[in-house]
């Protein structure tokens, strides 16, 4: 993969600010294994490790939403927050 995972994670964070807003750690790595991304979401004991196929993270960077990371990422920040997170 040659795509930037600092502007791959810029891009992710634009999409869902609300991960930054309330203080969740994210971090990606090349899984070459996979030939995927892996990105990892965690604020205290709550952990998420979810993995972005390169035609998704290309269409992060281009504009259009991550299919995969907005079921995998909106489902985790949605059971943590209960509602209680600001939007």
């Given at each position: 993969?040659?795509?930037?995972?600092?502007?791959?994670?810029?891009?992710?964070?634009?999409?869902?600010?609300?991960?930054?807003?309330?203080?969740?750690?994210?971090?990606?790595?090349?899984?070459?294994?996979?030939?995927?991304?892996a990105?990892?979401?965690?604020?205290?004991?709550?952990?998420?490790?979810?993995?972005?196929?390169p035609?998704?993270?290309?269409?992060?960077?281009?504009?259009?939403?991550?299919?995969?990371?907005?079921?995998?990422?909106?489902?985790?920040?949605?059971?943590?927050?209960?509602?209680?997170?600001?939007?």
């Open positions: 993969m040659s795509m930037d995972a600092n502007t791959l994670s810029a891009k992710i964070k634009a999409f869902y600010p609300e991960i930054e807003k309330n203080g969740f750690a994210m971090t990606l790595e090349e899984d070459k294994a996979k030939n995927a991304w990105v990892h979401l965690a604020k205290g004991d709550h952990k998420l490790t979810t993995y972005i196929e035609a998704d993270a290309e269409g992060c960077l281009t504009g259009r939403e991550c299919v995969h990371l907005s079921h995998q990422i909106g489902q985790f920040l949605m059971v943590y927050c209960k509602g209680s997170c600001p939007a």
